[in-house]
Structure formats: C-alpha cells, structure tokens
C-alpha cells in the first residue's frame, strides 16, 4: 500500500503552537510499529506537514531521507521561499504544495501564485486541507491550477456536491481521516466519488490522527473495499502513485 498521507512528529524539530494545540512526537520508528499493528503493509507514502509543523521543512527533508525510496514529501511553503527554496525541496524528494485552511488564515491570492510557481518550477501539485463547503468559494483558484488534490473527503457531506464537481474536472481526494469528517455516511461519499472518477480517490491512514475524533481503524480500510469493489488496488497504491509521480 501507498499510505497517501502520514504526518510524522519528530521531536528533533520545533512545532508551532496552532490554536493552542501542540500534539504528541510520531516518529517513523512510532509509525512503523502502528502500521504494524494494523495490519497495514506500506511501501511507500506521502509525508504531509500540518499546520503545528508550520514552514520550516527540516523535519520533512529528514523524515524522507530516513523513510527511502517509495515516499515523498508534502509541503508548506513560506511567503518569501524562493526558486531556489522550492528546487531544493523537490530534490529532496517533495511532490506537492499544501494549503490549510482550516487551522490558519490564507490569503488567495499568494496561495494562487504559490501554487502555480511551485508547479511550472517543479511539477507540484497543490493539496488542500478545507471543508467541501467552500470549495465553491474557491472556484477562481481552482480555475487557475493545473493539478488540485482535497484532504479527507472534503470533511462534509454538505459539501460533497461541490466535491464531486472537482472531482469531474480531474480533482483527486484523498480517502483519509474518516475519524474527522462530518459525514452522514461515508462509503456512500467514496462510491459517489469513485463512480464519478475512478482514478481520483487515493487511501491513506493519516495516522496518528491528531485532533480526529478517533484515528485510523483496521474497518477504514473495509469501508474503502465495499465502496470500490474491483478497483482496490489502484485506490490503495496506483492512483496515488501515478499523481505522485513515483
């Protein structure tokens, strides 16, 4: 399994305090011995930086030269990273741009130019950690962007029909952090998705889970099989892959 999307809090590097929250350390061996326990066999994934990891990528270069061949990076960018900032990231094996809006304040039109920059400098996509419910408010920078990719199903089933739009126009979703969506039911969302794009759902653990009401249960994975039926593998690794670039 490609895991589409893992936070690792290392305690070697400083976190940033985000609405009063600072989380526990997850670090790749913590992860290892969780995934183990799972049950989950991994062989590559895509680390992500959360909001309390705030700009400083030290931890994300560090994390994929320990974890190897098989993972990439995803990373948030200061206002003032430069070319050579972001080339230096890809070399060090990043693939996307993320943008949080639910835990910090974002001014659209530098995450536009963000967003674009890192991809004509180097193939990033951008990653989108926001509830469904805005996505329609955030048409214009959608419009501009050449690869776009929503964390944990868009978090609600309010906003899933804007969700499905995207997902129409080529948008990928990661099926992850079901312990923090707001949703009514969740295979229903990911048969819906998959229906509507068979390439865009892409499976991850999101552990540890920070913040989520619970975090990743073995009956995740169970509810990704019955929503996709014969296209498991390719939820679970190809797709992944494929928007990776690995």
């Known amino acids: 399994m490609f895991d589409a999307h893992v936070h690792i809090i290392d305690p070697r590097f400083p976190l940033v305090e985000n609405h009063g929250y600072l989380p526990e350390p997850f670090t790749i061996a913590d992860y290892r011995a969780r995934a183990a326990d799972l049950g989950v066999s991994v062989d590559g994934g895509a680390v992500v930086t959360a909001s309390y990891q705030g700009t400083d990528q030290d931890y994300l270069v560090a ?7 098989g993972w990439v990076g995803v990373a948030q960018l200061d206002p003032d990273a430069t070319d050579e900032d ?6 060090a094996g990043v693939r996307a741009v993320r943008f949080n809006l639910r835990r910090s304040a974002t001014d659209l039109k530098l995450l536009t130019t963000q967003a674009l920059r890192a991809w004509d400098l180097a193939g990033w ?31 609600s089933t309010r906003g899933l029909p804007y969700l499905l739009d ?4 080529g948008a ?21 998705i ?19 009401r619970r975090a990743y249960q073995q009956r995740d994975l169970e509810t990704v099989a019955d929503a996709v039926g014969a296209d498991l593998d390719a939820v679970l690794g190809g797709n992944a892959r494929a928007f990776y670039r690995i």
Request: no cysteine.
């Open 63 to 69: 994390a994929l030269a320990e974890l190897g061949a």
């Open 86 to 91: 972001i080339l230096a990231l890809d070399g």
């Open 125 to 155: 996509h951008a990653e989108f950690y926001v509830d469904a419910t805005l996505l329609l408010s955030l048409e214009p920078v959608f419009k501009k962007l050449p690869a776009v990719s929503i964390d944990h199903l868009g978090m």
């Open 166 to 169: 995207l997902v129409d126009r």
């Open 172 to 192: 990928k979703v990661k099926a992850t952090g079901f312990g923090r969506a707001t949703m009514d039911n969740v295979g229903d969302a990911l048969r819906r």
């Open 194 to 212: 998959h229906t509507v794009n068979p390439t865009a759902l892409m499976f991850g653990t999101d552990l540890p889970g920070t913040r989520a």
